[in-house]
């Protein structure tokens, strides 16, 4: 399970910000998926939620704006 609904209802990651593997699998699950700005990209790998224009960066995680 890679997903909670936090108390603003939004889903919210549950790797935090440092599971790149987990944050990567989330992305090729995901067929929403659309690329940041380059300097908005934070992870090495092309397709994660990390580097995705619908997350949004909480203090623990980031939530996903789209699903
Ligand atoms: S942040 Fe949301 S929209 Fe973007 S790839 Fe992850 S799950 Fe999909």
């Not at 992870?43 to 909480?58: A, F, L």
């Amino acid at each position: 399970m890679l997903w909670k609904t936090n108390k603003n209802g939004n889903k919210e990651f549950l790797g935090g910000q440092e599971s790149r593997h987990l944050a990567e699998r989330a992305a090729l699950e995901c067929d929403m998926f659309v690329a940041d700005d380059e300097d908005e990209c934070v992870s090495d790998e092309p397709r994660s939620c990390y580097n995705c224009r619908y997350r949004r960066w909480t203090a623990t995680a980031f939530e996903c704006l789209k699903t």
